[in-house]
């Protein structure tokens, strides 16, 4: 049994409360592999649950952080080794079980992935949850044919983490890169990044007309709404749109003739729960062929874990710009 410190997540009767706290490694939640936390990041479901502003966890309490990386300790699963580098993101971290943002973290060995040879812990938590979202919707757009000579991809909310990986990993792999976002300040930026041509959201003229003219070969979008809904119409024949977000809205009202048409198909991306022989798939390809080249540049922001909570609100605000990491390991 091992003190430590964690920022821990209640809900009961006194209603919502978060902060650091420091437990024992006995207290941490079920799992074959006890790691000793070196870095976590910050994504817009650790600010929901951290503020109690979204119902994120499932059960309470729980140590936040979906993503974590760092050094195993012991492991009853022999696949796992002590002193193993590893990573796990999504897979039920602080949602049923403790997550990354505590000293030590308890895995199950089922959704503990072995640290590539070619990215540091760091590295895989600049990537974390939102790079693995990109990359698992360019995986599952290329295995339904999207080609770089269908046309441009288009990326939605391209500020934020899922959407600057995005146009990292995107262009990397050979595709013209349109990134949409309302901030165009920061447009250079996204130049630096891969972005072949930025557009300001507030300056999006779509028709309404059930199809437009295929301006697009296909779409990441982390927006929903008006904004998936308008670009829908504009997309290639047989292109994809792969859908991660809803940072504007749940809602959808389109018609069904860009499908019956265009042949256009909807990849839902749900990244949390992927299937581990895919899980490794994408883990495999962000370390070799798709693995972001501004990585540094992307992460805009590093926080002690004692100072996690502080850059909730800026998230939830929608003033985030970039990765946050979460430097665990003192």
Same mark, same amino acid.
């Given at each position: 049994?091992?003190?430590?410190?964690?920022?821990?997540?209640?809900?009961?009767?006194? $209603?919502?409360?978060?902060?650091?706290?420091?437990?024992?490694?006995?207290?941490?939640?079920? +799992?074959?592999?006890?790691?000793?936390?070196?870095?976590?990041?910050?994504?817009?479901?650790?600010?929901?649950?951290?503020?109690?502003?979204?119902?994120?966890?499932?059960?309470?309490?729980?140590? +936040?952080?979906?993503?974590?990386?760092? @050094?195993?300790?012991?492991?009853?699963?022999? *696949?796992?080794?002590?002193?193993?580098?590893?990573?796990?993101? $999504?897979?039920?971290?602080?949602?049923?079980?403790?997550?990354?943002?505590?000293?030590?973290?308890? !895995?199950?060995?089922?959704?503990?992935?072995?640290?590539?040879?070619? !990215?540091?812990?760091?590295?895989?938590?600049?990537?974390?949850?939102?790079?693995?979202?990109? *990359?698992?919707?360019? !995986? =599952?757009?290329?295995?339904?044919?999207?080609? #770089?000579?269908?046309?441009? %991809?288009? %990326?939605? +909310?391209?500020?934020?983490?899922?959407?600057?990986?995005?146009?990292?990993?995107? @262009?990397?792999?050979?595709?013209?890169?349109?990134?949409?976002?309302?901030?165009?300040?920061?447009?250079?930026?996204?130049?630096?990044?891969?972005?072949?041509?930025?557009?300001?959201?507030?300056?999006?003229?779509? @028709?309404?007309?059930?199809?437009?003219?295929? =301006?697009?070969?296909?779409?990441?979008?982390?927006?929903?709404?008006?904004?998936?809904?308008?670009?829908?119409?504009? /997309?290639?024949?047989?292109?994809?749109? *792969? /859908?991660?977000?809803?940072?504007?809205?749940?809602?959808?009202?389109?018609?069904?003739?860009?499908?019956? %048409? =265009?042949?256009?198909?909807?990849?839902?991306?749900?990244?949390?729960?992927?299937?581990?022989?895919?899980?490794?798939?994408?883990?495999?390809?962000?370390?070799?062929?798709?693995? #972001?080249?501004?990585?540094?540049?992307?992460?805009?922001?590093?926080?002690? !874990?004692?100072?996690?909570?502080?850059?909730?609100?800026?998230?939830?605000?929608?003033?985030?710009?970039?990765?946050?990491?979460?430097?665990? *390991?003192?």
């Amino acid at each position: 049994m091992t003190s430590f410190r964690a920022f821990r997540i209640h809900q009961d009767g006194a $209603g919502h409360r978060a902060g650091i706290e420091t437990m024992d490694t006995d207290s941490l939640s079920p +799992g074959e592999v006890l790691v000793r936390a070196e870095w976590s990041s910050v994504n817009y479901k650790d600010a929901l649950a951290g503020t109690g502003k979204g119902k994120i966890l499932r059960t309470y309490p729980l140590n +936040g952080g979906i993503d974590v990386a760092g @050094s195993v300790v012991a492991s009853s699963d022999p *696949a796992f080794r002590e002193g193993d580098k590893v990573l796990a993101t $999504g897979s039920g971290l602080s949602e049923t079980l403790d997550g990354g943002y505590g000293e030590y973290v308890r !895995l199950p060995a089922a959704w503990t992935v072995a640290l590539p040879a070619t !990215l540091t812990t760091r590295e895989a938590m600049i990537i974390g949850t939102a790079g693995f979202t990109a *990359a698992l919707a360019l !995986l =599952r757009m290329t295995e339904n044919r999207q080609t #770089p000579s269908l046309g441009p %991809i288009a %990326i939605t +909310g391209a500020t934020g983490g899922v959407g600057m990986l995005g146009i990292d990993i995107f @262009s990397g792999a050979g595709y013209e890169v349109h990134a949409i976002s309302g901030k165009p300040d920061r447009f250079d930026f996204l130049r630096g990044i891969g972005a072949t041509t930025c557009v300001d959201r507030h300056q999006l003229a779509f @028709s309404g007309k059930p199809m437009e003219s295929a =301006r697009y070969g296909g779409l990441l979008d982390n927006v929903g709404g008006a904004t998936l809904a308008g670009f829908l119409p504009a /997309i290639a024949p047989y292109g994809n749109a *792969a /859908i991660c977000g809803l940072a504007g809205s749940p809602a959808l009202e389109t018609t069904v003739m860009p499908f019956i %048409i =265009r042949g256009v198909s909807v990849l839902g991306i749900a990244s949390a729960g992927t299937a581990r022989d895919v899980r490794d798939e994408v883990w495999k390809r962000l370390s070799s062929e798709w693995k #972001p080249r501004h990585l540094d540049t992307i992460c805009t922001k590093e926080v002690a !874990l004692e100072d996690v909570a502080g850059v909730f609100g800026a998230m939830l605000e929608g003033g985030s710009f970039g990765r946050t990491l979460v430097r665990i *390991a003192s």
